[in-house]
């Protein structure tokens, strides 16, 4: 194996001193333009690539985002990714990739773990901490984003989906088409956006002389296996629900799979609404009514502030809102 090539080594070639060497690479410091060609000329020659954590000490930058998801598994998450990706690419940042399993717990414990890697930034999607335990902890990064999260009381710059207004309108077109008789599938407690979803489907049904606290609704696993679970209990415990609304693409999916199993027949027995709109929704059959949320724009937004913050001065921070649209397939037309 080839050793690695050193500014040592740079400047035994070009005959100059580390220090120039290190003024040329970081482009800081005075270096004529004679001397400055001569060097960037070894580099190209011998091949030398700086190391990234020796320039970190000089520049207090790893040239890192950390970006922290609830479940790495679902689609969802993978479109805000690559819009992260996009944009660290474009300005020569590399992206750290956690998962926390939907568990408070781990989410601390990956938190910390990117707070002593001395990310340059974080991208925080759906965190599932208390308040008051991710306000603490976020004070050891220099620039956040929280996507699909609020924090109270906080100047953390958020990218937000409207999450109410969403939960309304999947409500509506059902109300809509004559389905009176809704059961919901409300995803995890911990959801903030799920209970902001919540609030909707209430706004919604009030509108409709009806009230949330009459009618048939669990919280359930954001999976398929958490939809499949959660809807065959509904359905055998209130066999008259008429429409299942459920808290992503992944639980109608499993709710899809439930009424196959019960002999429900969708979308004539029960119609099922999903949110998301991730890319398996308009390939099972039959194809989900649900609520587009633009994944990559929000990556690519949120990773735009996080830069800001990185190379900014002052302490300004952004709070972006994103609209979903109701997208009407055939499980719920």
């Given amino acids: 194996m080839s050793r690695r090539v050193t500014i040592a080594d740079v400047a035994a070639a070009a005959g100059v001193s580390l220090m120039t060497v290190s003024r040329v690479v970081n482009n800081n410091g005075p270096v004529s333009e004679t001397t400055r060609q001569r060097v960037l000329e070894v580099i190209a020659e011998l091949g030398y690539r700086p190391s ?74 759906s965190s599932r901490m208390e308040d008051e335990q991710l306000a603490k902890v976020l004070e050891g990064f220099d620039a956040v984003v929280l996507i699909n999260r609020f924090l109270h009381g906080s100047r953390v710059a958020t990218v937000l989906v409207d999450d109410q207004a969403g939960g309304r309108h999947v409500v509506e077109h059902l109300l809509r088409g004559g389905r009176r008789r809704i059961g919901f599938l409300d995803g995890p407690l911990s959801s903030q956006s799920g209970r902001l979803r919540k609030a909707g489907h209430r706004a919604a049904l009030a509108d409709a002389g009806l009230s949330y606290e009459d009618v048939p609704a669990i919280d359930c696993a954001p999976s398929v296996s958490g939809g499949l679970e959660g809807a065959r209990r509904l359905l055998r415990q209130h066999p008259d629900i008429e429409a299942l609304v459920c808290y992503n693409d992944l639980v109608a999916v499993g709710a899809l799979q439930a009424c196959f199993s019960l002999g429900r027949k969708v979308p004539s027995d029960v119609a099922i609404t999903g949110f998301d709109d991730i890319e398996l929704a308009a390939l099972v059959h039959p194809p989900l009514t649900t609520c587009r949320v633009p994944r990559y724009e929000i990556g690519l937004r949120a990773a735009r502030l996080l830069m800001q913050q990185i190379h900014a001065d002052d302490e300004d921070v952004e709070d ?6 109701l997208i009407v397939r055939a499980s719920a037309p």
């Fill in 52 to 125: 990234e954590l020796a320039r970190g000490l000089v520049t207090r930058r790893t040239r890192t985002l950390g970006v922290v998801v609830p479940d790495v598994s679902n689609p969802f998450f993978a479109g805000i990714l690559r819009g992260v990706e996009q944009v660290a690419y474009a300005q020569n940042h590399n992206v750290f990739l956690c998962n926390t399993e939907e568990s408070p717990e781990r989410e601390l414990t990956v938190l910390q773990s990117l707070e002593d890697k001395h990310v340059d930034g974080l991208i925080l999607c």
């Fill in 320 to 325: 972006l809102v994103v609209q979903p649209e």
